[in-house]
């Protein structure tokens, strides 16, 4: 995916007039509309000027939005230059997009512009004939076809392979000069990897540090003196534990190496920023059953994903049905008994899916080691009957005034206490088992903790009003 982070504007762009907040979204919407218009007007050349107003990764989403006609037409006057820029800020969805349409010749001419790591992940978005087309014609393919063998979500997928090195050997003037050929890209990293003969980490230091140093001073000495020390990762290293790291140790880069430790490139911390946000996004959709989806999408992705989980949760919801229908004769003969059902299961599942969310996303960011496990479910069973006490209290008095039986009171109050203590075990404990089964805890604890708390809380209550109603009316 692209994650560049700060889109410049392109062309005849006015980065002054950009709007801001709220008026950013009417801006656009009225630009697309205009876009469309002078498109329908057969005036392309309008419709580029207005396309220049967005900044580049609005234009690339533009340009992804249009028919495959109207958009054969902007990319046709839209200069080499300003084109490059949309595909190295646009999504990568976008941008494969408009690669995908484009001779292999001319895809090549403006990904030879883009960042690598960037090229690469437009490249496996396409089909792999089309994507070897443009290998083929790229200036540079020897920086691409390395990360090409890696998944977007690994750090070999992330890596930048063009990054600034220096050997530990040469002086600071000599490391500079290094830099000065490296060009405005050096901007981007602001640490600088120092490597020795056998290309092998041996620490980093700033650009300032560098700038400060004596020139005739040699880079070793500066890196044992201000050298920052970095956690190395292995290419096949999941994204999100690449996250982990620099949200860990404020890493503005993390380089990726070999089996030899040798460096083959290195992770920005904008990359790591986007991952962040992409894994979030991943894992608040799997607790709601949804992975993989995302607004406007394809319907028949929508039913594929959300339509077993449905299913699956249509057969508990009947496991619920068939503990109620144990009770149907104290039911009927307690009417008031139904009126609070949903109350129980509501309480419950509220209870449960605060739970269960915090714990799987303490789990995403590595919150939630193997070894403490316990503790947390020991936590949430303490949080839970603290909860449970509180609202007993509330619910059983509610009860009792309302229906005037003190029986009923006591159920609910016993009910309480009861499904918010499931609520705490299954919402951290299913997480937790999950994960040691080697199952992804957030694809499906939501559903069993829901049908956990539902079933288990009928079930205390009925039992318990179908026992203390009688007994004390």
């Not at 068939?322 to 599942?349: D, K, N, Y």
């Not at 509330?394 to 609910?412: D, F, Q, T």
Request: hydrophobic fraction near 50%.
């Amino acid at each position: 995916m692209n994650r560049q982070t700060d889109p410049q504007p392109n062309g005849a762009s006015d980065f002054a007039s950009t709007p801001v907040g709220d008026d950013v979204r009417t801006d656009h919407q009225s630009l697309r509309r205009r876009i469309r218009e002078a498109l329908g007007r057969d005036r392309a050349g309008m419709a580029v000027g207005l396309l220049r107003r967005m900044l580049a990764a609005d234009q690339g989403i533009l340009l992804q939005r249009v028919s495959r006609a109207e958009r054969g037409r902007l990319v046709a006057l839209i200069p080499r230059r300003e084109l490059s820029d949309i595909l190295d800020e646009a999504p990568t969805p976008a941008a494969a997009t408009i690669v995908e349409e484009l001779p292999p010749e001319r895809a090549a001419d403006l990904l030879d512009d883009v960042d690598s790591h960037t090229v690469a992940d437009i490249l496996q978005e396409l089909p792999n004939e089309r994507a070897d087309a443009i290998v083929a014609e790229l200036e540079r393919p020897q920086d691409v076809v390395p990360l090409l063998q890696y998944p977007p979500d690994t750090a070999g997928g992330m890596m930048m392979t063009d990054y600034p090195r220096v050997r530990h050997d040469v002086t600071a003037g000599n490391a500079l000069d290094v830099l000065r050929l490296f060009g405005e890209d050096a901007e981007g990293f602001g640490w600088v990897c120092v490597l020795n003969d056998r290309r092998r980490l041996v620490g980093a230091v700033s650009i300032t540090q560098l700038a400060l140093a004596t020139p005739a001073r040699s880079v070793r000495e500066i890196t044992e003196e201000h050298g920052h020390r970095l956690v190395s990762v292995s290419p096949v290293t999941d994204q999100e534990e690449v996250h982990r790291i620099m949200a860990r140790y404020s890493f503005s880069i993390v380089p990726v190496v070999d089996d030899e430790q040798r460096v083959l490139g290195v992770i920005r911390a904008e990359e790591a920023m986007y991952v962040g946000e992409e894994e979030a996004t991943e894992d608040m959709l799997r607790i709601a059953s949804a992975p993989g989806e995302r607004v406007f999408g394809p319907l028949h992705l929508s039913v594929r994903h959300r339509l077993p989980w449905l299913v699956l949760n249509l057969g508990t919801v009947l496991v619920a049905a068939a503990v109620i229908s144990l009770f149907e004769s104290t039911i009927a003969a307690i009417a008031m008994l139904a009126v609070f059902l949903p109350v129980v299961a509501g309480q419950g599942g509220i209870a449960g899916t605060q739970t269960v969310t915090l714990v799987v996303r303490g789990m995403a960011v590595g919150e939630v080691p193997a070894p403490t496990g316990l503790r947390l479910l020991g936590r949430e069973l303490l949080l839970g009957l603290l909860h449970g006490m509180a609202l007993a209290a509330l619910a059983g008095a509610l009860g009792w005034l309302w229906k005037g039986s003190p029986g009923l009171g006591i159920a609910l109050a016993i009910a309480m206490v009861g499904n918010l203590l499931v609520a705490a075990l299954t919402g951290a404990g299913v997480p937790l088992l999950l994960r040691r089964l080697g199952i992804d805890p957030a694809v499906s604890s939501a559903v069993f903790v829901t049908t956990f708390t539902d079933v288990l809380g009928f079930l205390i209550f009925l039992a318990a009003g179908a026992f203390f109603v009688t007994w004390l009316g």
